[in-house]
């Protein structure tokens, strides 16, 4: 169907479809007395009781910013005010957490893939089936591998509470500032709950067209045909829970999801100019191969119960599988040559990441029988994962098949001392990981020497700089640690609080980006191979104040990594990776407060973040990290209002503008800053809830953070921020 007509149709329907009377509350929502649970922090005990920063954004507000945005990624980002501005692309490289890469995942269920990163783990599952996202901050191994920036862990859901079938339904039609055809878009999603005695399901699906977008000169915004868009795409998302209750406090929970993005691959590049200051943009067209595309399957199934022995135990196994596919260049990526099979220059591939994971988790926590003031909690993490990246056009294995164990037990404590006026907290956790590699063959082409700019004369050799691939010994490096966290928490009166806190996270280093860079021969992965974990030391100190109308946080922290991983461009785009000591530090300030005006509320968010690595490996950091690893300064700015039917909300993040500096550092890369606003307008009527929402108010041209602050001489990666867009809205639930 033509996405004009689609997008009209979605529009007309919102505005017209009967519907049976609803409260203007979400059935499904929490009690204003029911206690938060933090699942990601893996406690039963409230968020006041643990050393960390911790952010939930709950269903409205999640709801508010998939409306203006589209996507769980961007509404993090935006409500976050240390988290990068995405890249409003498929892939999120680049996009940080506290200036490290955060660990995102779905009922705690990893779906970041370390050992070959292909940073698609912003899209795994449409934000329709998410009821709350848990932002835990800084550096911490709560759920194993991967957290280094921290923890964006999204709960799905919730089982149906009263018996009968309930559910809930949404239309939305998208348009550009022009309310072009190219540019319109669309989605349809629908949730339906079941319950009857112990036994409940929950079923649903959701399908999103996405046209292009437009910049704010109305120019098309440029595609990135290896990374791949989001725009130009269809989106397809199931989801399904089902719930048995064991007893009157055990469940037993079995929740899939499978989620597909597939481009539509409809149009080409076309260059734009740096220096000119002229975006890339894009122009009707068919790139060769088949389109950027990502799929993500998951299954997972837990036995809790709370009440077990006096305890809570929280148990589950868990299945993961991903393909994300990366689109393929007109002209023939260096790295993929080989003259044995086609003569250099001619030959055509793209790539795809394949990931598998198995895992299991157990816990138990419950307060010492006759010293109920130290709750302890004891527990077992499990994971399996194989990952390779392969050519699909040719069936070459650019990264080899890569598997990684991991056994990790853990234990955590907390003690209660003065009522609760003093807590005190710590643990550790024991990872024993080994990673397996048989004997592999390399690419052909393994290095690359660019070439200067016609009409320019090459000095030297340029292009691929090796030919005949190498044959590479396999190998099963391990390493074991034990990673520690502790933290004093003082609350002389209920609402404000103090704390500090050291944590330790980790990860491995993106193993398949220095697999495939092997070029000369007598390699053995054993020996070459440097998989120590990239442990990162995060110190923190905060205040917080929740009493009366005021929200208020500070938030002071600082993390070290003697080994850390930065990503380093080629001149071909594609990134290498580098282990140099790094430091970050950085402060958050985050302020809310409740107005006489009833409903009315303020609110502004402030993050400053410095960060520097070891440029000549002695020891002492020296150069800035660029903007492919550290996010700038940001002030976030918004006015919320929500009173009976009418809700609505306007902010604002200002970007600052950040220097660079460093041996080497370019200045065509400092970041010149822009700033950006968005509003939504809701309104609940017996027919269900009509809302409007407007990213980028002004229609502010500007160029993205990423494009801005990386690859200066790159024509094609000079990509424009999304200008003016308009989501109209309705949804329903019974």
Known sequence: MNRRYFAAALACT?????????????????????????????????????????????KQALEQQIAISGSIADAVATLTPSFSPTRQKLSGAGETLRGRAPLYAINGIPQSNPLRDGSRDGFTIDGFFIDRVEVIYGSNALQGIGGTGGIVNQVTVGAPKADGVSGRFLLQGTAD???????????????????????????????????IFRDGEGRPVGINLTQGETMDSKTLSLFGRFGYAVTDTMRLDLIASRYEMKGDGDYAPVAGNKAGGIP????????????????????????????????NFVSQLFWNRTRDTFGGEPNPIASFQDPVIAPVGTLFDQSQNRSRKVGAKISYERAVPGFEALTLIAGFDALWDESEQRLIA????????TRFRSFAPFGQANLKLFDGIVRLAGGARYEDVKISIADYHTLAANTFVACPTPPAVPTGPCGPSTYGGVDVGGGSPSFDDV??????????????????????????????????????TGVDIDNYLDIAPIVSNNREIGVEVKRGPLDATATYFWSTSTKGQLLIARPDGIFDVVRQRVEIEGLELNLAVRMPIDGLTLSAGYAHIEGRFDNDGDGAVDTDLDGANISPDRLNLAAAYAKGPLSARVQTQFYLARTFRGPGRDARNDFE??????????????LGGISLAVQNLFDRQYISYASDTQRPTDNFFNFAGRGRTFTLGWDYRF
């Not at 950006?676 to 009527?685: E, K, S, V």
């Open 177 to 211: 500032d022009e309310f072009s055809g190219a540019g319109m878009g669309g989605k349809a999603a629908g949730l339906v709950q079941y319950k009857a005695g112990r036994f409940d399901a929950t079923v649903g699906a959701a399908y999103e067209i996405r046209g």
């Open 394 to 401: 040719t069936n070459r294995a650019w990264v080899p098949p």
């Open 14 to 58: 919102a505005l017209s479809s009967p519907a049976h009377a609803q409260s203007a509350a979400a059935p499904d929502s929490a009690d204003a007395d029911e206690a938060i649970i933090v699942t990601a922090a893996r406690t039963v005990l409230p968020p006041n009781a643990l050393p960390l920063t911790i952010d939930l954004i709950d």
């Open 280 to 311: 890339t943009t894009q122009t009707r067209g068919t790139p060769p191969g088949v389109p950027a595309a990502s799929r993500t399957e998951s299954v997972a199934l837990s036995l809790t119960d709370p009440q077990l022995g006096g305890g």
């Open 673 to 686: 800053g822009y700033n950006l606003t968005d509003a939504i307008l809701r309104y609940q009527t017996r």
């Open 483 to 520: 990673l520690v966290n502790g933290g004093l928490i003082v609350e002389p009166t209920p609402g404000i609080r103090a704390y500090a806190s050291y944590a330790e996270g980790y990860t491995v280093p993106d193993v398949g980006r220095i697999t495939r860079a092997v070029s000369r």
